[in-house]
Every structure is written in structure tokens, then in C-alpha cells.
């Protein structure tokens, strides 16, 4: 990936339901500099919500743990969000991001990696069963003329 980032910001916080909105909310706050549809920035609203979901209720199943974002944007309007857990990890990555698979019981859909992927180009999970869990999503935002 070489290239380097034009603007980038970390945050993180506890691992509370409640701090859901504020991570979807600074990410969009953050990308409105690229000056994105409605729609676009609607996408990738959903998709960091999503992500930062999982970590609180799947990463950290037990225990309040820190939920880490990164957002960096490139030339041209290229956007990378990285939402990171220190929780339990994920046995198996690639039935985990089986469209209806959880293990979050009868209140959860399963569909988490699935809108992810809907909303994204490209979406990267990464895990470690005991050490944690990171979701890159990619998305390139429409560059007004």
C-alpha cells in the first residue's frame, strides 16, 4: 500500500453499547472532509457501526475492553477504517463472515460482516483466538469535480 495518508485520526474507548454512535459518529465527522454523498458517507456510517458493534458484543463478551479506530484517507479520496478489539478473538474467521453465522443468540442476525461488505470495497478481518480482532473496511468515496 505505499502510498502515504493526507489526514489520519485514532481514537478509542470503552467497550460500552453506548459509545457505538460515538465511534460511527467521529469516523463521519472525520470523513466529511472528503466532501462525500450523503449516500457514501451513509455506507460507511453503517459499516463502522457495524464493526464497532461486533467488537463490544462479540469481542468483548465479558468484560468492558477498549475499542480501538483508526481512519486514515489518501489521495483521491480513498478512505481506510480500522476497528480493533483486545477481546476473544475469533476461532474461524471465514465462517464467521458466513452471512446469518453468530454466536451472539436469537437477538443477533448474523449479518454484521455481510452489510459490511455491502457498504465497503473491500473489507479485511484479521483475528486472534485470546488476543482480539481487527476489521479493515476500504471504501473510495466519489471525488466532486
Known sequence: MGQKPINQVQISFSSHS???SFGRAAVAAFLAQLDPTVAD????RTAVSEAVTNAIVHGY????GTVYISVKIFEGGKAVVRVRDKGCGIPDVKQAME????????ERAGLGFAVMQ???DHV???ST???GTSVTL?????QKA
Open 61 to 64: 463478551k465479558t468484560a468492558i
Open 138 to 142: 476500504t471504501k473510495q468515496f466519489e
Open 99 to 106: 452471512p446469518l453465522f453468530t454466536t451472539g443468540g436469537e
Open 118 to 120: 455491502s457498504f465497503c
Open 129 to 131: 483466538v485470546g488476543r
Open 41 to 44: 458517507l451513509s455506507d460507511m
Open 18 to 20: 453506548v459509545n457505538e
Open 124 to 126: 479485511r478481518v484479521t
